[in-house]
């Protein structure tokens, strides 16, 4: 069983990124379907565990953001890794077209009013950063968001937006919520491959339309896209991961234990009882034990 290191997917602040020298495939860590599961199985586990803890100490939150191209495997990823997570202390948030009330407000509104409270585990699926990756690569949606005339600088409204985004990442920091982001990296071929899939698959067919195929038109400006974000917007404290997505088990793998990671680098720990509420519990359960109570 291969040890999985998430400092070999982390994107280190300032590094330059070029997706086409990132890795869509990686060698998987497991060696068969059965050592997956297992692997998986162990991962969500531990995650349970920590979560536990982590919802009782109630001093951090986790937000975890996924990006990626259409068919990457968010979904998958993100149902796999929360599969034992008690849902009390979760909160999960899948971001689409912004409504016309969403579109009143400044770019980051609608994604702030989700953020997870402390002890909770927060998970974005899609999240602000589609203001500066969709929004860039159809700028015409711009227009839609009533946005000011004199910030519609090209030469300025996404350097001002990663600014934004970098303002809100230190100051969640600050207060106590770590960030977590995934881009999902699969290759222009595999998602041909996995939309064939969903036409030819009677329970996928609803999940592919006309406009993903308009999409892949795209590509190429997409991946620039990213490239500008996740060259602005990794830090030390709000890190991206490029996550190898050709493979859904092994992208599962490798995201659990970045998770994993993360939640157990907070040391959560359920609270001491002080000796004042040892006392306070033991009158309790003379109270209880009596058959009149």
């Not at 946005?147 to 600050?174: F, M, Q």
């Not at 996928?204 to 990213?226: G, H, P």
Request: hydrophobic letters at 35%.
């Amino acid at each position: 069983m291969k040890t999985i290191d998430p400092k070999d997917f982390r994107v280190k602040e300032g590094k330059n990124v070029d997706l086409k020298k990132w890795p869509t495939h990686v060698d998987p860590f497991y060696s068969s379907e059965k050592e997956y599961k297992k692997m998986l199985a162990d991962h969500v586990a531990q995650l349970s565990s920590l979560q536990q803890k982590h919802y009782a100490h109630n001093r951090y939150a986790l937000l975890l953001i996924f990006q990626a191209m259409d068919a990457a495997g968010k979904d998958g990823v993100i149902r796999h890794i929360m599969s034992g997570i008690n849902p009390q202390g979760c909160q999960v948030y899948s971001f689409k077209h912004p409504t016309a009330a969403e579109l009143d407000h400044d770019f980051l509104w609608r994604t702030s009013i989700c953020l997870p409270a402390r002890g909770m585990i927060g998970v974005f699926n899609r999240s602000y950063y589609e203001e500066v990756l969709i929004v860039r690569v159809h700028k015409e949606i711009l227009r839609s968001q009533s946005v000011p005339d004199g910030a519609l600088n090209d030469d300025t409204i996404w350097s001002h937006r990663y600014e934004s985004i970098l303002d809100l990442e230190k100051h969640l920091h600050r207060n106590g919520t770590r960030i977590i982001k995934f881009f999902l990296h699969i290759s222009k071929d595999e998602q041909r491959k996995r939309f064939l899939q969903r036409i030819d698959d009677p329970d996928k067919t609803w999940k592919f339309n006309e406009a993903d195929l308009k999409e892949r038109a795209f590509w190429k400006d997409y991946m620039k896209a990213y490239e500008h974000c996740i060259n602005a917007t990794s830090t030390r404290q709000a890190p991206w991961y490029i996550v190898p997505g050709d493979d859904k088990e092994n992208a599962r793998l490798i995201a659990s234990q970045i998770v994993l990671t993360t939640l157990r680098a907070l040391d959560p720990e359920f609270p001491e009882t002080t000796p004042e509420r040892v006392v306070e519990l033991q009158a309790f359960r003379k109270l209880l034990l009596k058959k009149d109570v």
